[in-house]
Nanobody, 116 residues
Framework: QVQLVESGGGLVQPGESLRLSCAAS????????MKWHRQAPTKERELVAS????????NYADSVKGRFTISRDNAKNTVYLQMNNLKPEDTAVYYC?????????WGKGILVTVSS
């Protein structure tokens, strides 16, 4: 079955960096778009970044453009989210997501807290 497992979250200070990873299994990773979403307290879940199956094209929410980079390693079935110059408003639970055969799959999420 499809499994997505996020890692790499934690507590950082404003201006610092983190790299999230999402290890995928149960489907042909190299054939699917991958996405990172986040949900902050009291807010709706929002799409942060997406990447095409080959990694050739990426898209970002305006709020993270220039600071976050999504990438993937199809040999390792892993998608990454490099987050630089983190801000308190980036505090959220971050989720890895993909759609396989018309069904959406989500990881359990990982908490990123940006606070001084």
């Amino acid at each position: 079955q499809v499994q997505l497992v996020e890692s790499g979250g934690g507590l950082v200070q404003p201006g610092e960096s983190l790299r999230l990873s999402c290890a995928a299994s149960g489907f042909v990773f190299s054939s699917e778009y991958m996405k990172w979403h986040r949900q902050a307290p009291t807010k709706e879940r929002e799409l942060v970044a997406s990447i095409t199956p080959t990694g050739a094209y990426t898209n970002y929410a305006d709020s993270v453009k220039g600071r976050f980079t999504i990438s993937r390693d199809n040999a390792k079935n892993t998608v990454y989210l490099q987050m630089n110059n983190l801000k308190p408003e980036d505090t959220a639970v971050y989720y890895c997501n993909t759609r396989v055969n018309g069904l959406d799959y989500w990881g359990k999420g990982i908490l990123v807290t940006v606070s001084s």
